[in-house]
């Protein structure tokens, strides 16, 4: 027998060998049929939830233990909602002193930002380094400048998420990767 783990349960999954009669490998096509009309079924009643590893304590987290990645199509999961639009963030990272200074600056990667159950950014990485401390200093000021966001939300309670923005940055123009 195979083991298959889906969410919590444990499903067990006969295995077929060459030397089996057709009678057995008839039964065995009706078992494999039904665990996978299981699986599919277990599979679209099933719940994503995306716990996030903290490894340093940060303050202002509602429960380090229970900081969530949100995925808004898996049932009862709501995103944090940055508290201006995606083009004006775009724009505000364009205006950046450092971006003005330095019109040849290439970037391409990741802004990972904390938010707490009260909807406070409590915490701001760049994720792959750029390499420029200035850049990252002016990036996560202006992140946590924005004010409250809307904080994210899993089975219709306020809990601590995070979110990432993918940036791309190029002869100065910030794109949204």
């Known amino acids: 027998m195979a083991k298959c783990l ?17 009678k057995t490998q008839t039964k065995m096509k009706k078992i494999i049929l039904i665990t996978l009309i299981s699986l599919v079924t ?23 233990q229970n900081v969530y990645a949100l995925f808004p199509m898996f049932g ?3 995103e944090a909602v940055c508290p201006i639009t995606k083009e004006e963030l775009l724009k505000r990272i364009s205006e950046l002193q450092f971006i003005k200074d330095n019109p040849k600056f290439k970037y391409k990667g990741s802004i ?22 200035e850049f990252n200093k002016q990036i996560s000021e202006l992140i946590s400048s924005l004010g409250n966001w809307e904080a994210g939300k899993l089975n219709k309670k306020e809990v601590d998420s995070s979110k990432f923005f ?12």
């Open 6 to 22: 889906i969410g919590n349960s444990v499903i067990l999954i006969p295995v077929l060998t060459i030397a089996e009669t057709s």
């Open 42 to 64: 277990l599979g679209a009643s099933a719940q994503l939830e995306a716990r996030v590893e903290m490894t340093e304590n940060i303050e202002g987290v509602c429960d380090l």
């Open 76 to 78: 009862d999961q709501v």
């Open 112 to 133: 990972n930002v904390i938010i707490n159950c009260k909807g406070e950014v409590v915490d701001c990485k760049i994720e792959k380094d750029s390499k420029n401390p």
């Open 166 to 177: 993918y940036i791309k940055i190029k002869k100065g123009k910030v794109t949204f990767d």
